[in-house]
């Protein structure tokens, strides 16, 4: 059974940078992909950036693009995802999902983690 844990959420102002992790156990992620979506109050869930950890092949939602960058840790269960510039709009909770091929849906996705809380004031 495949678990995975975020951390690294946290209260920032706009502007700021915060890097979140994916972190899993029950396996490595050779040959795996690793997805982040998020979800805010009332909204819907919103897919954020994808990376297969072995090919480091990356996909971007649109609120993504140019701020957040998706990445490999050196150690083969781990994920991070490096958000810059923050905006209040970023404000949701952020979850890492753990599949078998690069999608935007997260349908695709088999496991989850249960989330961390990213707040940005303006």
């Known amino acids: 059974q495949v678990q995975l844990a975020e951390s690294g959420g946290g209260l920032v102002q706009a502007g700021a940078s915060l890097r979140l992790s994916c972190a899993a156990s029950?396996?490595?992620?050779?040959?795996?992909?690793i997805v982040w979506f998020r979800q805010a109050p009332g909204k819907e869930r919103e897919f954020v950036a994808a990376i297969n950890w072995s090919h480091e092949n990356t996909i971007y939602g649109d609120s993504a693009k140019g701020r957040f960058t998706i990445s490999r840790g050196n150690a083969k269960n781990t994920v991070y995802l490096q958000m810059n510039s923050l905006k209040p709009e970023d404000t949701a909770g952020y979850y890492c999902g753990g599949g078998k091929y690069l999608s935007r849906v997260a349908s695709e996705y088999d496991y989850w983690g249960q989330g961390t809380q990213v707040t940005v004031s303006s």
């Open positions: 029950g396996r490595t992620f050779d040959n795996y992909v």
